[in-house]
């Protein structure tokens, strides 16, 4: 009886595992090979907006401050706007402190290169009044429904002090510094330089786009037009200064209807409800 004949193709047990495990290694070297010819600002960029980001999530906010603190500050009735300003100073140093000293011991780049000066201030200004001339009516819209009342401003408890809606509205800028900095200055100069301005402006858009998830739909998707509209801003302007000023004046906005209506009772779009909370405040 004839020898039954091995079945040809790829070998089993410890012959395959070697030619996995070689097949591995050859795409590490490989990886690695072609690392090392990319820009050295192109890499420290990716990493350092990855390793800031992991900071962020599990050290910059509200639940960590939660789980810290929350025994100590929990009867307090100020604990809602002390978890906010945590939350907003923790963004501002880490989104916008840190990467500074990135730019200076490890980029060894100028500030100003990285969208830290005023840049084309008349062109950035000018822009920022014609979008906040045009998202003005559509924010007085939507602020008269509950939904939107309910939500804003996020520390509740500000809507009945003034001294504490000025108080949490500042550190919301910082808030919008950091978060601003981070995509529309360190990373996207970073890239800009050895990607060109079109890569550049679509990457930081993608983690902006994903950090919007758990938003209402509609304002999720908004943030991939926002994100491109706010990178290309920032690149002709050679500033993220406009994007911050932008993104903050809208949301003061929307905090300042929420509690005008809140507290005058006024309810509806059209000039008896402007001239209600007018008179109210």
Aim: aromatic content about 18%; proline content about 5%.
């Amino acid at each position: 009886m004839p020898a039954p004949q091995q079945r040809s193709g790829a070998p089993r047990g410890p012959h395959r595992a070697e030619q996995r495990s070689g097949s591995i290694r050859a795409a590490l070297t490989e990886f690695f090979a072609a690392a090392r010819a990319v820009p050295r600002d192109v890499s420290v960029t990716f990493i350092a907006v990855a390793v800031l980001s992991v900071v962020s999530y599990y050290y910059g906010s509200k639940r960590f401050f939660y789980q810290t603190w929350g025994q100590d500050f929990s009867s307090d009735p100020l604990y809602q706007l002390y978890e906010y300003l945590y939350w907003f100073a923790s963004e501002f140093t880490i989104y916008f402190v840190a990467p500074l000293f990135i730019v200076l011991l490890v980029h060894r780049r100028r500030f100003a290169t990285f969208g830290l000066g005023f840049g084309d201030w008349r062109f950035g200004l000018k822009i920022t009044a014609v979008f906040y001339a045009v998202m003005l009516p559509v924010l007085w819209i939507v602020s008269d429904a509950p939904d939107f009342q309910a939500m804003y401003p996020h520390a509740q408890l500000v809507k009945g002090d003034w001294t504490l809606f000025l108080i949490y509205e500042a550190a919301f800028f910082l808030y919008f510094t950091g978060w601003e900095f981070v995509w529309r200055g360190y990373m996207l100069f970073g890239l800009e330089k050895h990607t060109g301005a079109a890569v550049a402006i679509l990457a930081q858009m993608i983690p902006f786009v994903i950090l919007h998830n758990g938003k209402p739909m509609p304002e999720t998707f908004g943030a991939i037009v926002a994100g491109i509209a706010l990178g290309a801003l920032a690149i002709r302007t050679r500033s993220f200064w406009y994007c911050v000023l932008t993104h903050w004046l809208v949301m003061l906005t929307i905090d300042l209807f929420a509690t005008l209506r809140f507290r005058t009772g006024a309810s509806g779009i059209g000039l008896d409800a402007l001239l209600h909370i007018v008179s109210g405040s």
